[in-house]
Nanobody
Framework: QVQVVESGGGLVQPGGSLKLSCSAS????????VGWFRQAPGKGREVVAC??????SLYYSRSVKGRFTISRDKNTVYLQMNNLKPEDTFVYHC????????????????WGQGTQVTVSS
């Protein structure tokens, strides 16, 4: 069965950086458009960064643009998070996504359990 695993979260002070990683079994991430979303308990999901497999188009939410960078290395997907703010405190998940453009990215089929990012002094 498909299993997606995120790692790299933790506690960081405001202004700090973290790099999240995403890998999968039963699924070749390199064959899919991928993204990252974040979610607080009991609340909806906010897609923050996506990369299109089709044409390389990138999506970033307005809240993270200029601070977060999505990238990939073969079958591993990364989210570099710089200049972190307390409002970035969420569980972060990676996922396969559908069509990606500068202004749009929608979740598709698979995502993992997530990794907790806490930004606090």
């Amino acid at each position: 069965q498909v299993q997606v695993v995120e790692s790299g979260g933790g506690l960081v002070q405001p202004g700090g950086s973290l790099k999240l990683s995403c890998s999968a079994s039963g699924l070749t991430l390199d064959d899919h458009s991928v993204g990252w979303f974040r979610q607080a308990p009991g609340k909806g999901r906010e897609v923050v960064a996506c990369e299109s497999k089709n044409d390389g188009s990138l999506y970033y939410s307005r809240s993270v643009k200029g601070r977060f960078t999505i990238s990939r290395d073969k079958n591993t997907v990364y989210l570099q998070m710089n200049n972190l703010k307390p409002e970035d405190t969420f569980v972060y998940h990676c996922a396969t996504v559908g069509l990606v453009s500068e202004g749009s990215c929608l979740l598709k089929d698979y995502w993992g359990q997530g990794t907790q990012v806490t930004v606090s002094s």
